[in-house]
């Protein structure tokens, strides 16, 4: 089956630094991927939308600027938390679809210092 | 908006049946349902597509009412490997497959 591979798994850094997280879909191509986000005991939500070879699209309250997007290729976006404090410390996920159904990597677990 | 799940949390011992709900205030194409366990990602666990249809594989079924906007979950006799939390995912007409998770229901089966 499709498989979305994310890295790293788990990261911490001081604040005021950035953190890459990388998703990558590794049979198929993805034109369009997920970013979650996920508090503890809380549910996934969709901070933006990537979007291969154009600019992505973020929902409500998510900061462009703290929050880059890059999706350079069919099988590769970036997520990039600029300026990192304690208040970022989150499970972040990435997500793909083929057709109807998703398929997520296996998340990033965030913890800034 | 978020779908909104009922109830939070349940706990069953092995062997009894659940039901999971999941309502949207909005028009639905498709629902869908994953089990997310402590510190992973969510497995998925099936899709529902718009015109009402019941969908199941072994002791696991959902339906989807679109006409309510709601699906729900079920669970026959419940096995310890199904705890966990169970989240609705719901993709609204005309929003270009975007998902939306719902506000979960943590599940703990007991011996």
């Known amino acids: 089956g499709a498989v979305v591979s994310q890295h790293p798994s788990r990261v911490i850094c001081k604040s005021g630094t950035s953190v890459k997280i990388e998703c990558r879909s590794l049979?198929?191509?993805?034109?369009?991927m997920f970013w979650y986000r996920q508090f503890p005991k809380k549910s996934l939500m969709l901070m933006a939308t990537?979007?291969?070879?154009?600019?992505?699209?973020?929902e409500q309250g998510v900061e462009k600027d703290k929050f880059l997007i890059n999706h350079a290729s069919l099988t590769l976006s970036t997520l990039t938390v600029t300026s990192a404090h304690p208040e970022d410390s989150s499970f972040y996920i990435c997500?793909?679809?083929?057709?109807?159904?998703?398929?997520f990597g296996q998340g990033t677990r965030l913890t800034v210092v | 908006q978020q779908p909104v799940q009922s109830p939070q949390a349940v706990i069953l011992r092995e062997g009894e049946d659940a039901v999971i709900n999941c309502s949207s205030s909005?028009?639905?194409?498709?629902v869908h349902w994953y089990r997310q366990k402590h510190g992973e990602a969510p497995v998925f666990l099936m899709i529902?597509?718009?015109?009402?249809e019941q969908k199941g594989h072994e002791k696991i079924s959902a339906s989807f009412n679109e006409k309510k906007q709601q699906s729900s979950l079920y669970l026959t006799a419940s096995q310890l490997s199904y705890s966990g939390t169970y989240f609705c995912?719901?993709?609204?007409?005309?929003?270009?497959?975007?998902?939306?998770f719902g506000t979960g229901t943590r599940l703990q089966v007991t011996l």
């Open positions: 990537s979007n291969e070879g154009s600019k992505a699209t973020y």
């Open positions: 909005k028009a639905l194409y498709s």
């Open positions: 529902l597509l718009k015109g009402g």
């Open positions: 995912g719901t993709v609204a007409t005309g929003t270009a497959s975007k998902l939306t």
């Open positions: 997500s793909a679809r083929i057709n109807t159904e998703a398929f």
């Open positions: 049979d198929f191509q993805a034109t369009t």
